[in-house]
Every structure is written in C-alpha cells, then in structure tokens.
C-alpha cells in the first residue's frame, strides 16, 4: 500500500495520523488517568475522626463539626492529630481539601512516623501538600524514610506529583497502603508510586503511628524556601474527612492479621491496569524523583 502512495498523499496521511495521535495524548491528559479497574479504598468503611485519632497539638486550631475536621495555621500556631494505635501495615486515607490562593510556605500532611517512639532515629511515610503561589499548582509529596535524622541529614526518597484535578476545590482521597512487601500511594484510588521493599535497611518495619497536621515550612517548602508563609493571608485550613484506617496494630501477630489487598484477587501486586493508570499518572504529572537528581548521593539510597 504504502510503496504505490504518492509522496505528497504520504505525507498527508503522516501528518494526519500525527494529529489524531497529539489529540488522544492531549484529551488523555485533560480527563484523568485511566480507570485502574479496582478501587481498595471502597473496600473500607469509613470510620469517624474520635474513633480513630486524637488532637496532638493546637487544639485551638481545630474543630470537628458534621464529620469533617478543619485544622489551621496561623501566626500563632498550627495543628495536628494523631490516630490512637500503632500499626504493623495497613491501609491509611483521608478525603482532603486544600486551602486555594497564595499557601506558600505551608504544608498540609497524612503520614505515618513512630518519631516519638523513636526521637532522631525514626521512620515515616509521607503525603504532604506543598502550599503554592496563585497561579501555580500544589505539589504533592510522597516520602519514605528509614530511621530517619540522627545526624540531622534526612536521606529521603521523594517522589513529587502536580495533580490531575485542583484540589482546592473539592475533597479528593488519598491514602498510604503500607504492607510488610511494599508501599503504595493513592490518590482517588489510582496508584501513583510503588515503593517495594529490597532489604530492612532501605524500608520502614516498625511499627508507626497516623498523623496529619498543617505547619510552617517556610524554610523549604514551596520552591525551595523561595517564597514564605505570609500571614496577610491567614488562616490557612486543611480539611479532612472519610477517615480510613484498617490495619495491623501491634496487638496482633501477621498470622492473625493481614493488610487490606491493593489488586483483585490473584495478583501479589498492582494488576495490569492499576501499572497502567500509574504509568500515566507518572509520564505526565511526576516533577521530581530523588533516584533520578544528579545533585543526590546515591551511595545513601542504594534502592536507586
């Protein structure tokens, strides 16, 4: 076919083959990743913010009211609650809304860390927002770290994402499922990274509590510490709802107990689709990966 087209009728048809393949990718990006195909956080029940957390610090700043916690920073302080056990592994999420206009400066979090059980040699496991300037997007952070900063150098593995959606304007869920083989971050239950583990020394083991909170980290969070809180525009508010927590507490042995399944029955990890709805997520929205920065010592991270 293709050696009796004319040159001219060649080139029509590359070019026209070209536009029809620009215009899948750009209507691709512009709706959402592809449906993964099996959503783990419907598999839980939500459970209330008194049946599983905790106000930590700045009780001021925080208030429950029909299901849905606000938590505030302002030049007084900040927040932040705790969950009531400790886990082994499990499922952790949370419907979160973010505070539009100029946050820079602050950051929004849900994570996992033992630090109090472990000062200066802790672990954690990360989702923070990384508040922004008007105009720009938040930047979502996902991190692991292993007995963290006893010499005061955190060595992190972070992974940073724009977002498909603005997350100012409406709740959107994300979620930590942490299991003795590996880690996943969701976000509306579609996988955005993958952290398997590879040895005890470049994974978290033991066992942590769930935290979220909000605070200044003017020092390095938006831009590298380019642009600051600016408290003209305080009171800055995280809210959350739909509380998700179903795991292993420190209570029960694995034998007894076993992590929510990230994947339909019959796969050890992500399906097939769930891979493809994260390979997306990754192509078009991941900003930064530590493996990936020639600045970083990759002695100190040997996973990469």
């Known amino acids: ?30 709706q959402g990743p592809p449906s993964p195909g099996y959503y783990p956080g419907s598999k839980i029940s939500p459970i209330s913010f008194d049946q599983g ?5 700045g009780p001021q700043h925080q208030r429950l009211e029909q299901g849905s916690l ?42 996992l860390s033992n630090n109090q059980d472990h000062p200066g040699n802790h672990d954690e496991i990360d989702i923070e927002f990384l508040g922004t300037t008007p105009g720009k997007p938040y930047v979502l952070q996902t991190n692991v770290y292993i007995r963290g900063s006893g010499d005061g150098n955190i ?28 880690i996943i971050f969701f976000v509306d239950d579609v996988p955005i990274r993958r952290y398997p583990r590879k040895g005890d020394a470049t994974y978290p083991n033991r066992p942590m509590y769930v935290y979220g909170s909000i605070w200044d980290a003017s020092s390095w969070a938006t831009e590298d510490g380019r642009y600051k809180a600016d408290y003209k525009y305080q009171p800055f508010i995280g809210r959350y709802k739909n509380f998700k927590l179903q795991g292993c507490t420190i209570n029960e042995t694995p034998s007894s107990c076993k992590p929510p ?37 990759h002695t100190l991270t040997p996973e990469c």
């Open 261 to 297: 399944s990230a994947s339909p029955s019959g796969y050890g990890s992500l399906s097939l689709q769930q891979i493809s709805a994260m390979q997306w997520v990754q192509r078009n929205y991941l900003v930064y990966y530590y493996c990936h920065d020639p600045k970083r010592d």
């Open 70 to 111: 606000s938590i505030w920073l302002d030049s007084n302080s900040g927040s932040g609650f705790k969950s009531l056990h400790s886990y082994q592994s499990g499922y952790f999420g949370a419907a979160i809304k973010l505070q539009p206009g100029y946050t820079a400066g602050v950051i929004t979090s849900l994570y």
């Open 155 to 182: 060595i992190g593995r972070e992974m940073k994402f724009h977002l498909w959606f603005d997350p100012t304007q409406d709740f959107h869920n994300y979620a930590i499922l942490w299991k003795p083989s590996e």
């Open 53 to 57: 957390f905790r106000n930590l610090w």
């Open 1 to 30: 076919m293709f050696t009796t087209m004319l040159p001219s009728t060649l080139s029509s048809f590359f070019f026209f083959f070209l536009l029809v393949v620009s215009s899948l990718m750009i209507c691709s990006s512009g």
